[in-house]
């Protein structure tokens, strides 16, 4: 049974810090990884999506990458700013399904 | 950008009441998913469909939960008889086609079951 875990569970930290939030799973037999955002009360945000037969996805100041073999996945944000200040879940599909499991998420304050 | 959009965005309602949940998927898709999320909680899979009847659906998407696409553009939610359990983030997804791209999520439905 597929499980994700994410590390850290909450982060603060001060505005232009690079950071890196952490996701693990358990079955490495993926087909893709998925990050998302979610602001309080809100729906989830894509913001990358890597195939299994990629290693790194870049969006602006966002860089995902993926290692199926060891089961992890970061987020790497450049240059924090108080915008980015969210809660951060990573997803992946669960078995041999289309279904995601989610990760309980990083909640991040990013503080001027 | 195309866009899931999902009303309402509140529902307050008395336990045992019948509620329909709405969703109108982009318009190219063809999987369409329902997930909640308890307050506090992950986000949790409930029902996946396709080519208008169930893929998969989970342990949570008992016979009092149905989907139906009652026409070209919209994909519904309903829960027969509410518990006080329900009360949720309710949470329209879809995704062009299964495996492939991103999939996009609706703002969500806030159930509160009084």
């Known amino acids: 049974k597929q499980e994700v875990t994410q590390i850290p569970a909450a982060l603060s930290v001060p505005e232009g810090e690079n950071l890196v939030l952490n996701c693990s799973f358990t079955d490495s037999a993926i087909y893709n990884l998925q990050w998302f955002r979610q602001?309080?009360?809100k729906g989830l945000t894509s913001l990358l999506l890597i195939q299994s037969s990629q290693?790194?996805?870049t969006?602006?100041?966002?860089?995902a990458s993926l290692d199926k073999s060891s089961g992890r996945s970061t987020l790497y944000i450049a240059a924090s700013q108080p915008g980015d200040s969210a809660t951060y879940l990573c997803a992946v599909p669960g078995g041999n399904t289309?279904?995601?499991?989610f990760g309980t998420g990083t909640r991040l304050q990013v503080f001027p | 950008e195309p866009e899931v959009t999902q009303t309402p965005s509140h529902q307050v309602t008395q336990m045992g009441q019948e509620v329909i949940l709405r969703c109108v998927p982009i318009s190219n898709h063809l999987y369409f998913y329902w997930y909640r999320q308890i307050l506090g909680q992950k986000v949790e899979f409930l029902v996946s469909f396709y080519n208008n009847e169930i893929s998969e659906k989970s342990e949570i998407f008992d016979d009092?939960?149905?989907v139906e696409r009652p026409?070209?553009?919209?994909?519904?939610?309903k829960i027969r008889s509410?518990?006080?359990e329900d009360s949720a983030m309710y949470f329209c997804a879809s995704i062009v086609d299964r495996g492939l791209g991103e999939l996009f999520f609706g703002e969500g439905s806030r159930l509160t079951v009084l």
Do not use: C, V
Not at chain 1, 98 to 101: A, E, F, P, R, T
Not at chain 2, 71 to 77: Q, R, V
């Open chain 1, 59 to 63: 969006s602006g100041r966002l860089n």
């Open chain 2, 64 to 66: 009092q939960f149905s």
């Open chain 2, 82 to 84: 509410t518990k006080l």
């Open chain 1, 98 to 101: 289309d279904k995601l499991i």
């Open chain 1, 55 to 57: 290693r790194e996805q």
């Open chain 1, 39 to 41: 602001d309080p009360g």
């Open chain 2, 71 to 77: 026409d070209g553009s919209n994909f519904t939610l």
